[in-house]
């Protein structure tokens, strides 16, 4: 997840704004144009609608360095310590699912994007909008799981906020964390440091979370459970930074969007190709079987507890071995590598041998006809 | 799903291809019918595979592509009302009318639902005895039967609060106008699969000794579609003309009987528009009188909507294997899957839509793809 980023449906955008023009004497930017006159879900699904709304609304307005470098956490240099700090909102229904819940998510989501940037996590704030009527001991249900998640991952939740909303005016429970973590090594891990030559790592199975919310939101029975995958990675973020901190190009969870959107973050940010292997990325017979029949593609489906490294090639066998020791790393795997040309494209190997462009989506996956 | 690898294996693959290139001694242009099939062919790159003297040209079955502008455009001004709750297979959601697409009409507070089976709609409707529940009944004969279903079972359960948008239409009243136009190219078919799955391939016969044309039923996955080219191939080859399965494992002649009845004792054979390409006669279905009090275009009366699709736009000549996508000065420019001009862009299944998404009008780049492919390992 990106820095700065939208949910549905907590989001409410300015529309007014862009039509009031700048003023010229100030000899600032004109803001951009973006032409929806009103929100609709695609805004957040991670893809090329969620990256226009946060490009045009967002960014252009709060303009900063820091912010445009659009990484999964702001790094800040604050009185000779670097921090990472980051933020996210949980929007999910059901609020229990198999492997999870809003709370385990709230910490693990949070915790991750720190990680990803090679900070240990620290501290947490987490702000809770109750709507009107929520069972109490389904909110204590969530906030244990919460803090068994903090615990886990080592750390604290140490401020916080709460507000309860009318009836209606909210699904049960939103949860905001803010997290705060040390940069551990000097790597900088910014999404724009991939280059030719590199090698991609999966850290295991792809699209159990987002399937697991599928088949649960629309009472779909598979043979096999599905289970969400939802994870604190710092472990094994500080498992792989040990090993060979100096050639980690960058990390990245691979959430809204799924591995598709964060490989085509990574190679438009970086310049580069990437040349992945259908072959090699593994993804579960259950989440497969659950994809062919709703017609989606699980390289487009979220996960909340796998990560994707790039690494420079001669380091990446000793990285490899490294996270597959990791018990969240143990199907990691060597998915593709990093290509001078086409530039900013993702191009896939399918099984049967011919060549395609993995492309962002853009906005939601949609279940097919037939 | 081990059952999949087996038709995605590349090695069998290239021994496919390699058969067709021995037998193939001149160019030939074969169809895929069914829009499942061009997305698979795309998504798996079974074209570029393939020798260049065989080409594949993209047929009508994409349902949500041909469903005519001014359909939508009633779906639309159904799923506003306020006392109804409409439902719809989820890649029509993003199918844009004269105004805007269901998604925009939830934003503004339609309630709009993404259901799975039309069955769902009865689910609906039982909680919601308020509201009127409309599920908009679109696709070819696959999907004939699950909607023939919710109706059926609605008026054997007396649920009076569900009704369907029916814009039905049948494959072989399309080959049939294809293999008519004077300007088809066309020279063998893959047959659509999921449609003969349910309707058997028993009328295909006189359609492929009629215009002397060979029509092999073909599945889906990669292999699926490369042993259905090299069957059409060898009938092109050797001057036969049959319809031959290559889908055996999952249909035979017949098809499904029971459905097929459903089907009958709900819908009857109308003529119908196709986006794209017009009227066809006898090329749909529409609701028999008995279920008239579940057709939704009877119980809202939306009056005809008068639309005009851009000029630009050649989906026509795609969706009859005339023109492909390339060949468009919009594809890609100007027409793209979030402001589609025409047919062939709206769906995901749409050939334009399928060549879009995987990076076709990046075509410039396909040598560059090709060489690095035979490559080989990525990893």
């Known amino acids: 997840m990106s820095t700065l980023e939208s949910k549905p449906p907590s989001l409410e955008a300015e529309q007014s704004a862009h039509s009031e023009l700048p003023n010229p004497l100030l000899g600032s930017c004109p803001l951009p144009i973006f032409e929806h006159k009103k929100i609709v879900l695609g805004h957040g699904s991670g893809g090329k609608l969620s990256a226009e709304l946060i490009d045009k ?73 109750l709507e009107e009527g929520l069972v109490t001991s389904d909110l204590m249900r969530v906030v244990d799981s919460m803090q068994a998640a903090a615990r886990l991952a080592g750390v604290q939740v140490v401020t916080g906020d709460t507000k309860v909303v009318n009836h209606g005016n909210a699904d049960k429970v939103f949860i ?47 043979e096999a459970e599905l ?32 591995l598709a959107s964060t490989l085509n973050e990574i190679a438009g940010r970086s310049g580069v190709g990437m040349m992945i292997e259908e072959d090699a990325i593994p993804v579960s017979d259950t989440v497969r079987g659950a994809c062919e029949m709703l017609g989606l593609d699980p390289l487009y489906v979220a996960n909340e507890g796998k990560l994707v490294a790039v690494v420079a090639a001669d380091a990446a066998p000793r990285i490899l071995a490294r996270m597959k020791e990791h018990p969240l790393g143990a199907d990691s795997r060597v998915i593709g590598k990093v290509v001078e040309e086409p530039s900013g494209m993702v191009l896939m190997k399918t099984s049967v041998g011919g060549t395609r462009v993995v492309d962002t989506l853009f906005g939601e996956q949609l279940p097919r006809i037939c | 799903m081990k059952y999949l690898d087996e038709y995605r294996d590349g090695k069998i693959a290239s021994r496919i291809v390699d058969e067709i290139r021995s037998i193939q001694t001149k160019p030939w242009v074969i169809m895929e019918v069914c829009g499942g099939q061009t997305h698979s062919i795309v998504k798996n790159g079974v074209d570029y595979l393939l020798p260049r003297g065989i080409e594949l040209v993209h047929g009508p079955g994409c349902p949500v592509c041909v469903t005519p502008l001014e359909m939508i455009d009633k779906a639309h001004a159904i799923a506003r009302r306020p006392d109804v709750i409409f439902c719809s297979f989820g890649d029509m959601l993003r199918v844009p009318g004269s105004e805007g697409d269901l998604f925009t009409i939830k934003s503004e507070g339609g309630d709009i639902r993404v259901v799975y089976s039309p069955l769902d709609c009865l689910k609906i409707a039982r909680a919601n005895p308020d509201k009127q529940v409309v ?14 279903m919710l109706v059926s079972r ?28 004077p300007q088809n190219r066309v020279q063998g078919f893959l047959g659509p699969g999921h449609v003969c799955a349910i309707m058997g391939y028993r009328e295909y016969e006189p359609m492929s000794a009629r215009f002397k044309v060979p029509i092999v039923i073909t599945g889906f996955e990669p292999l699926d579609i490369l042993q259905g080219t090299l069957m059409v191939v ?65 119980i809202f009366s939306v009056k005809e909507i008068d639309t005009r699709e851009p000029e630009i736009c050649i989906s026509g000549r795609i969706l009859r294997g005339i023109k492909k996508p390339h060949d468009c000065p919009a594809f890609g420019t100007v027409c793209t899957p979030q402001h589609p001009l025409g047919a062939t862009m709206v769906s995901a299944e749409g050939a334009c839509a399928a060549y879009y998404a995987y990076g076709r009008h990046l075509e410039s780049k396909r040598e560059e793809l090709e060489a690095m492919a035979s490559l080989g390992g990525a990893a």
């Not at chain 1, 198999?98 to 704030?125: E, F, Q, R």
């Not at chain 1, 792809?206 to 599928?214: E, S, V």
């Not at chain 1, 289970?227 to 990390?251: F, H, K, Q, W, Y």
Request: glycine share 8%.
């Open chain 1, 57 to 129: 609304v967002f960014v252009s307005r709060f303009a900063n360095p820091t912010l445009e470098r659009m990484n999964d956490s702001a790094v800040l240099e604050i009185a000779g310590a670097r921090l990472a700090f980051t933020t996210d909102s949980f929007v999910v229904t059901p609020l229990f699912f198999p492997g999870g819940d809003i709370g385990s998510l709230a910490v693990n989501g949070t915790v991750n994007d720190l990680a990803m940037m090679g900070a240990k996590p620290l501290y947490l704030s987490a702000a809770f909008i």
């Open chain 2, 135 to 148: 599920f908009f009944a679109v696709g070819f004969e696959t999907t004939a039967p699950a909607n023939a």
């Open chain 1, 176 to 222: 905001t964390t803010t997290g705060i973590g040390q940069l551990i090594h000097g790597a900088c891990l910014n999404s724009d440091q991939a280059r030719p030559g590199d090698k991609i790592l999966l850290s295991g199975y792809i699209g159990d979370h987002g399937m697991t919310i599928l088949s649960q939101r629309e009472d779909l029975d598979f």
């Open chain 2, 234 to 298: 060898r009938q092109l080859e050797a001057g036969r003309a049959e319809v031959e399965n290559e889908y055996s494992r999952i249909l035979d002649r017949e098809g499904n009987r029971p459905a097929q009845k459903l089907v009958a004792s709900v819908f009857e054979i109308a003529d119908r528009k196709w986006r794209g390409v017009g009227s066809i006669p006898k090329s749909g279905y529409k609701l028999r009188w008995e279920y008239r009090d579940y057709d939704a275009e009877k």
């Open chain 1, 227 to 258: 289970r969400s995958d939802c994870a604190a990675l710092n472990g094994l973020t500080e498992a792989i930074l040990d090993e060979v901190p100096d050639a980690v190009r960058c990390m990245r969870d691979p959430t809204r969007g799924g």
């Open chain 2, 154 to 181: 609605a008026k054997q359960d007396g649920v009076r609060n569900v009704s369907i948008l029916v814009s039905h239409v049948l494959v072989p009243p399309s080959i049939a106008a294809i293999l008519q136009s």
